[in-house]
């Protein structure tokens, strides 16, 4: 039998967007809210990620506004001491299912339905019973899944894999039952990191290890972008004080090497690619260790003992076992308008911190009731590929601050929510006081000059 949804909104999707969007929106409106995801539970991509993951931001960045995740410790221990926590998947999920359970569930104003399809038609599926729901007309859709990354577990490898040929996905490595004599990671991004690190801290000699890197990387340095507003602006200034003097997005990115920000890992080699997650020095001392790497593009196909790529062809162990860490990640669509005609298309307002982006927009939405108006505060901001791509989303997030920033009660309402990164304490130390005075005089330079190389 068909049901009609009771509800003001359909999240579509109960990911970290959407779990963001949500909690605010309850938190700050009378609103009935439904939850849709295709999956068991919320968490999203979380409840099928490699089981070593860890954020690559403070725990304090990712989550809703209202519950924070982890306890806002700092390491007392290990190569990050004195750096915020860092969640891994099992902590997140759980943070996740209590959320949903002891926050949304329990307002009686959130309904969940897991293990659903939603199709444009405006209908909901369940894949498990065949159940079908209807959204009403009056309900309004949340789009949660724009930006929803892909990952290895659930994505194929871009590759052909020979009769022979050993390749795992990287979840896998946690199950091996048998060592190779040599580890192929194939990918350039934060999991490729991740697998390399990992190999590494369970006795894999870097010698055994090969890291197929189809382009450089460049990494942002994780002790700059710390819940710290000190530490989170002092950087913002430096970067529009090496924008002001930057010719073009290469001297910005040498600019921000030189001070401290920006990491590459062959400083021999300058990258091209620019998703900038963050890495810890420690990890870049050990993934300089790496000495067997491969930059002839991406790989074709995989042969025992042979690795065909774009530009040749590598010999590699007869029993390699290729770790396959090339999931493309974060996606690129089109920016669209937060609030469309159809939909409300969640998306990254302030750069790089897509959880506070979806905690704003459920803000806004529960406070505003024109969508020019809130389009007009909060544009979205995409994620970047490329220098050029890093340059234009940080003057477009520059912009966005700028404009949301402007309303009294969204800067209120922002300054007390850890998500973002930039919130102000109401008693400002004499050094606080003078990075904010800092950033306030190399910005408009740095934002013009970043603007003439976007």
Known sequence: MERILDADYLVVGAGAAGMAFTDALIDHSDARVVLVDRRHGAGGHWLDAYPFVRLHQASAFYGVASTLLGGGRLQARGPETGLHERADAPEICSYYS?????????????????????????????????????????CRVVDARYLAPSIPADTPPPFEVAAGARVIPVNGLAHLAGAASQYVVVGSGKTATDACLWLLARGVDAAAICWVRPREPWMLNRAVVQPNPAVFLKMAADIMAAAAAAQSPEDLFLGMEDAGIMFRIDRSVLPTMAKTPTLASWELEQLRTLENVVRLGHVRRVEQGRLVLDNGTVGIAPDALVVHCAASGLKYPPVVPIWGPEAITLQPIRAGFPCFGAALAGYVEASRDDDTEKNRLCPPTPYANTMAQWVAMTVMGTQATMSFGSQPDIREWADTVALNPARLPADRSAELEDILARLKAHTPAGLARMSEMG
């Open 98 to 138: 209590h959320l949903l359970n002891d926050r949304l569930l329990a307002s009686g104003r959130v309904e969940f339905l897991p293990g659903c399809e939603y199709t444009p038609d405006r209908r909901i599926r369940s894949r498990i019973s065949g159940q079908q729901f209807t959204v009403p007309p009056q």
